[in-house]
């Protein structure tokens, strides 16, 4: 079976024995490309758009599992079906029987050629099952349930969770309620604070300051943006399907990734 695959991977060896065995396992697999990074293989796999993953789950910058998700935000309307993900995992066999449960193939290294093997016949089958009449369509959202059974639910608020936001900027600290915030953003090292009649800079990342945020109140709707529920007006659908929601009090209008547009049902 033809198909392309491209292998993230931050250990050189590792990466180069991989490839061999999959060229021994599958010849008619063609590897797209070698890369040493999360931010590689994500953008590689947006140029590139393989069949298949074989993502390592601990690299640089971003991990396997957050270039996954990132992946199945932006990956295109219109663009070839979701990749088919391998993570490639050091960890012990409890989080392999999480990964098995979550549909996900694994490998464990150093890579076993019998498991691989597995992984290959696996993998072989569902392409062929993708390739049926109709069969493509679902795939994407299907790697969207596997990567979101993956990530899991947001932890509870720890003991003490934030009340107030306190926002420096020069030698003035300003404190801003949890309760006028309308939404935080990402800002490479910042966070943006969104209020109704302003907005303020904080200097910490949006993954440390979630924890503290009451989960149930405020959803993540993008891997970057944190919204206050109650300060959605209304949540329009469009023709392909995307959510883009109006803010009471603000006239910013966000977007909310597949990921998380399950948070969205009508009653």
């Known amino acids: 079976m033809n ?5 993230a991977e931050d250990e050189p060896l590792l990466a180069a024995n991989l490839q061999a065995e999959l060229a021994r396992l599958w010849p008619q697999l063609r590897i797209v490309a070698s890369v040493g990074d999360g931010e590689a293989a994500l953008q590689q796999t947006l140029a590139l758009q393989p069949d298949l993953l074989f993502l390592d789950i601990r690299m640089p910058g971003l991990s396997g599992l957050e270039a996954a998700q990132v992946l199945a935000e932006d990956w295109p309307d219109d663009g ?14 409890y989080a392999l029987q999480a990964f098995e ?3 996900v193939d694994y490998v464990l290294k150093p890579v076993q050629p019998d498991r691989l093997a597995q992984t290959c016949t696996r993998l072989q089958a569902t392409l062929r099952q993708r390739a049926q009449p109709q069969a ?4 994407l959202q299907a790697a969207i349930e596997q ?13 003490g969770a934030l009340r107030v936001i306190q926002a420096s900027a020069g030698n003035t600290i300003t404190m ?17 604070v969104v209020t109704a009649t302003r907005e ?9 300051l979630q924890p503290q945020l009451d989960a149930q109140r405020f959803w993540q709707i993008h891997r970057g943006t944190v919204v206050r529920s109650d300060a959605i007006a209304s949540a329009l659908r469009d023709e392909s399907g ?20 399950h948070l969205f049902k009508g009653m």
């Open 3 to 7: 198909a392309s695959a491209l292998i």
């Open 80 to 93: 070839k079906p979701f990749p088919l993900i391998v993570f490639v995992t050091a960890y012990d066999q």
């Open 101 to 103: 449960r979550a549909a």
């Open 136 to 139: 493509a369509a679902p795939a």
């Open 147 to 159: 990567l979101r059974s993956l990530v899991g639910e947001p932890a509870p608020p720890a003991a």
């Open 176 to 192: 801003v309620p949890l309760d006028e915030v309308l939404y935080f953003e990402a800002a490479d090292k910042y966070v943006r």
């Open 200 to 208: 303020h800079l904080i200097r910490t990342s949006l993954r440390d």
């Open 242 to 261: 995307k959510l883009t929601l109006t803010l009471r009090d603000h006239t910013d209008k966000l977007t909310v990734s597949r990921l998380y547009a």
